[in-house]
């Protein structure tokens, strides 16, 4: 499954190519899932408790509402794959302090 995930983030940096903009993975204990402003949302804590950015799943990737209320129930550390919105392209790759605009690509653990 890791190397699954590796792969999976791996495309997605060749596929935004020239786009300007990051993917990358943020170990994460998910603490809700919710819905705001028409959007489901993961929130979550770094492993020491730090609250990381929202991740917006889009709508293109619902399924992954299942696997974010997986998470919270286990309360175990996942790794979820997020990238920037196009509207806000960006190479930060920070978890937190972001600029608000990160979605989630994948969760595993």
């Known amino acids: 499954m890791k190397n699954t995930l590796k792969l999976l ?7 935004s190519g020239g786009a300007q903009s990051a993917v990358f993975n943020c170990p994460s204990v998910v603490t809700d899932v919710n819905y705001y402003n028409g959007n489901y949302r993961i929130l979550s804590t770094n492993a020491s408790g730090v609250r990381n950015q929202a991740f ?3 709508s293109s990737r619902q399924y992954l509402i ?6 919270q129930s286990t309360q175990e550390v996942y790794t979820i794959v997020v990238e920037h919105t196009p509207e806000y392209p960006s190479t930060d790759t920070r978890c937190r302090d972001n600029n608000e ?5 994948a969760i595993t653990n």
């Open 66 to 71: 299942a696997q974010a209320l997986q998470a």
């Open 56 to 58: 917006t799943i889009p």
């Open 101 to 105: 605009a990160l979605q989630a690509v």
């Open 9 to 15: 983030s791996g495309l997605a940096v060749i596929v």
